[in-house]
C-alpha cells in the first residue's frame, strides 16, 4: 500500500503541473462547466470481463461525482478495434471515452493488418490506473517444479504451452520466454482462455500463462503449481510466488493495462479534470478492495506519466509480437 500511496501522491502532483501548464488554477478547474452533459464509456470488448468491470466501478463513481449520466456501451468485434475506431472518429470533447488496455491500445496496433488508427497519435491519454500481471502454471503432476526445471529442458526438446489465441497476451507472453530464454517453446492457440486451461489441466500442454487470479483458485485446489509471475514486483494476489525476473529471466516483463483515454486533442481542463477524478476513485478503500478482489493492482499515473507509460508499453508489445511472430487478417 505504501508503493500505492507514493505513486499516487506523485500522480496528484503531475495533474497540478499539468493545471499550471495549462493556465488552470485548481479553482479554475473545479469551475469549468464540464461535464454539462451525458458522458459515454465505450468498452471494446463484450459484458462480463475485466475492462467492462472496470468501466462500470469508474462510470457509477464519476456519475456520482458529476451529477451526470456516465452509460458504458460494449462494442465488441475485431479484437476491440471496432469500439476503439469508434472512439478515434468522436467529437474531442470528453463525452465519449474508452476503457483502453494493453489489447487495444499495445498488442492489436502490431498484429491486426491495417488497422486504421495511431495507438499513441490518434487518442488522449486520460489516466492509466490499473494493472494485471499473469502466471505461468503447469499441472500439479508436472516434472517442472520450478521455472528453472522448465527452461533447462527447454533447451534440449520442443515444450508446448497453451494459449487464449493467437495474439493474445498469454501467447505474447510464451513467446517472450522462449526467445529471452533460448528454448523452444511451441503455441498451441485455443479459442477461449477457458479452453486452454481445459487442457492444461488435463495434462495436453506443459504451460499456460493466464491471470494470475484465474489461477489461483486451482493452485489453491491442488490442481495447478504456479512456476512464476509476470511483472517485475510480485503479484499482491500471489505473494509467495517469485517473478519471472527473480526466477531467472531477468527484466522479463509482461502487464496488462488498463486506461481512460479519449480522442486526440481533447482540451487541457477536461483531460486534467477527469484524471483527477480517476485518481480520486482509485482512492477511495472500496475501489482498493474491488479491484483486490479482481486480481487487480492499483496503478494511478498523472496524464503526461499516462502518456509516456501507453507509447512504452507500445514498444514493448511490438518486442513481444515480434518474437512471437503474430499477426492476424
Not at 468491470?53 to 451526470?68: H, I, N, V, Y
Not at 533460448?182 to 479452453?195: E, G
Amino acid at each position: 500500500m505504501t508503493a500505492f500511496k507514493t505513486r499516487l501522491t506523485r500522480a496528484f502532483a503531475t495533474v497540478a503541473v499539468a493545471c499550471w501548464g495549462a493556465g488552470l488554477s485548481t479553482a479554475a478547474l473545479a469551475q469549468t462547466d464540464y461535464p454539462s452533459r451525458p458522458i459515454k464509456i465505450i468498452v471494446a470488448f463484450g459484458p462480463g470481463g475485466g475492462s467492462d468491470t472496470l468501466a462500470r466501478l469508474l462510470g457509477q463513481k464519476m456519475s456520482e461525482s458529476f451529477k451526470q449520466p456516465v452509460t458504458i456501451e460494449n462494442r465488441p468485434g475485431a479484437g476491440g478495434s471496432i469500439g476503439t475506431r469508434e472512439v478515434q472518429k468522436a467529437p474531442a470533447d470528453g463525452y465519449t471515452l474508452i476503457l483502453a488496455t494493453s489489447s487495444t491500445h499495445s498488442i492489436n496496433p502490431w498484429v491486426i493488418k491495417n488497422i486504421g488508427f495511431d495507438a499513441v497519435k490518434d487518442f488522449t491519454s486520460i489516466a492509466v490506473f490499473a494493472s494485471t500481471d499473469y502466471a505461468l502454471a503447469v499441472p500439479t503432476n508436472s516434472p517442472y517444479k520450478t521455472l528453472g526445471d522448465l527452461v533447462n529442458d527447454g533447451k534440449t526438446k520442443k515444450i508446448d504451452y497453451a494459449s487464449s489465441g493467437n495474439g493474445s497476451t498469454s501467447h505474447l507472453a510464451g513467446a517472450l520466454l522462449g526467445q529471452m530464454t533460448k528454448t523452444n517453446m511451441v503455441h498451441i492457440p485455443y479459442k477461449s482462455s477457458d479452453t486452454g486451461r481445459t487442457d492444461l489441466l488435463g495434462g495436453q500442454v506443459a504451460f499456460m500463462f493466464d491471470n494470475t487470479a484465474i489461477f489461483l483458485p486451482h493452485a489453491k485446489s491442488g490442481k495447478l503449481r504456479l512456476l512464476a509471475t509476470s511483472a517485475l514486483t510480485r503479484s499482491q494476489a500471489a505473494k509467495d510466488t517469485p517473478t519471472l525476473h527473480e526466477a531467472g529471466v531477468p527484466n522479463f516483463e509482461v502487464v496488462g493495462w488498463f486506461a481512460l483515454m479519449g480522442p486526440a486533442n481533447m482540451p487541457a481542463a477536461v483531460t486534467a479534470k477527469l484524471n483527477a477524478e480517476v485518481l480520486r476513485i482509485m482512492a477511495l478503500p472500496e475501489t482498493l478492495e474491488r479491484l483486490a478482489s479482481l486480481g487487480f493492482d492499483p496503478l494511478p499515473m498523472g496524464v503526461k506519466e499516462s502518456g509516456a507509460y501507453i507509447a512504452d508499453q507500445l514498444g514493448k508489445f511490438k518486442t513481444m509480437v515480434n518474437a512471437a511472430g503474430a499477426q492476424v487478417d
